[in-house]
């Protein structure tokens, strides 16, 4: 049997139906932006698989600190014991993250960082026997799979089979010049029950890579402060570099209480969560009753070698050239968004810093299922690019590391795709 028909006798995909799906191409490898599959074709991995690939595939220097780590210490149980890696990991977080922010907790992935951060946010007012309950998110969020985290993201096709099983949340629109007053006046109204604000700073990335000003947002959260509703950031998507700066917080003056990390985190190498905290979040669970304990955890929490993959990554995400990389990718994107934005096929170009997004003109029908988007989907496939719409909407998420060469190979396509599709 060949991997294709051993792959659909025993494997169920994400996000896939798994009955009208093509069948999946096999990678034996990968070398900075790029993958290959068994038959040697190239494909460059213009979306970093998924966001989380930020300095290119097999990368030797994640996988010597990795392979080293895996001959001194696999892992160790986190609960009633340390290691080096978790520790310098979260030194090294929290000296490049908002000041306030002095503790760290290891999950999994996304979903488990957000989940931590909401679990800490209602517990935070229960242990001080206060009622808030109530959780405040924006429309066409997306904070993960899991329950929490689904309840906290917009509700859509995705969450339509569970929607009566998740609690009730109080959504409100992307902050704007014309809309900030009435948003303010709603997080005043609800202040009494409002446990948290939970947000995706800057760019929404699958609810349509939807972007809003920094300073709206800022507006909003000195408001929160301000009535002492708790703040989570989600930056799992934004995190490390994407959107220009270090995290999209840094283009912001207020300083969210929580934060939340994965995707970039370790480079694409391992899973791995972080949720990041105030010395006052922290502060709320530290009591002589141990009612008042986070009784959350993994299995792998803080697993040493996937430490040792985030310190690696970490290690290559502050050298120089990344940042002349990012520099040089933001640029990139401006100038090819300019090229095209006037195109008739084109509706609107969107970017922030390395994430550059086009909606294309479909009518009526912008849903996740537009039919453009497999047409889009193959067309770049066969052309030897990953690229995977959400919808209509056409973006490019490479790796730090992609080429100038690679870069107009992938802007000409898009060219090529507007006249041709």
Not at 113 to 122: G, H, N, P, T
Not at 337 to 346: E, F, L, S, T, V
Not at 369 to 383: E, H, I, Q, V
Request: charged residues 20%; hydrophobic residues 40%.
């Amino acid at each position: 049997m060949s991997l294709i028909e051993r792959d659909l006798s025993v494997v169920w995909h994400p996000y896939t139906q798994m009955k009208t799906a093509a069948p999946p191409i096999p990678i034996v490898r990968g070398e900075g932006a790029c993958l290959y599959d068994e038959n040697g074709k190239c494909y460059i991995d213009a979306v970093s698989s998924w966001w989380v690939n930020i300095h290119g595939h097999a990368h030797p220097y994640i996988a010597q600190k990795v392979a080293e780590q895996l001959n001194m210490l696999e892992h160790v149980i986190f609960a009633g014991f340390t290691h080096e890696p978790a520790v310098e990991l979260a030194e090294r977080v929290l000296k490049i993250l908002p000041q306030n922010q002095a503790k760290v907790f290891y999950s999994d992935n996304g979903s488990t960082a957000v989940e931590v951060a909401i679990k800490m946010c209602l517990q935070y007012w229960h242990n001080q026997g206060v009622q808030r309950t109530k959780i405040l998110a924006l429309k066409n969020a997306y904070h993960g799979d899991t329950f929490g985290a689904m309840a906290v993201s917009g509700r859509s096709a995705f969450t339509a089979a569970f929607d009566s099983l998740l609690f009730e949340v109080e959504f409100i629109d992307l902050p704007n010049d014309s809309n900030i007053q009435t948003l303010k006046s709603q997080i005043s109204n609800l202040k009494s029950n409002l446990a948290c604000f939970i947000f995706e700073p800057l760019v929404q990335g699958a609810g349509g890579m939807l972007m809003y000003e920094a300073k709206y947002l800022d507006e909003l959260m000195a408001h929160c402060r301000k009535e002492g509703v708790l703040m989570i950031a989600d930056e799992v998507f934004t995190g490390f570099g994407r959107t220009g700066k270090a995290f999209a917080c840094d283009h912001l003056t207020t300083r969210p209480d929580i934060m939340c990390f994965s995707k970039g985190l370790t480079g694409g190498t391992m899973a791995m969560g972080l949720t990041t905290c105030a010395q006052s979040i922290y502060d709320a669970f530290l009591s002589d009753d141990k009612l008042k304990t986070l009784f959350h955890g993994h299995s792998y929490t803080a697993n040493p070698v996937t430490c040792s993959a985030a310190l690696a990554s970490m290690d290559l995400f502050i050298a120089d050239s990344t940042k002349k990389n990012i520099e040089r990718i933001v640029t990139r994107h401006e100038q090819f968004a300019a090229r095209i934005k006037d195109h008739p096929k084109i509706r609107v170009t969107r970017q922030t810093g390395t994430i550059l997004a086009m909606e294309w003109e479909t009518g009526s029908d912008t849903s996740y299922f537009n039919s453009l988007r497999d047409k889009l989907y193959n067309y770049f496939l066969d052309a030897g690019i990953i690229l995977r719409p959400l919808g209509n909407i056409l973006y490019i998420l490479p790796p730090y590391c992609i080429t100038d060469d690679q870069l107009d190979y992938i802007y000409g396509k898009i060219e090529s795709a507007l006249e041709e599709l």
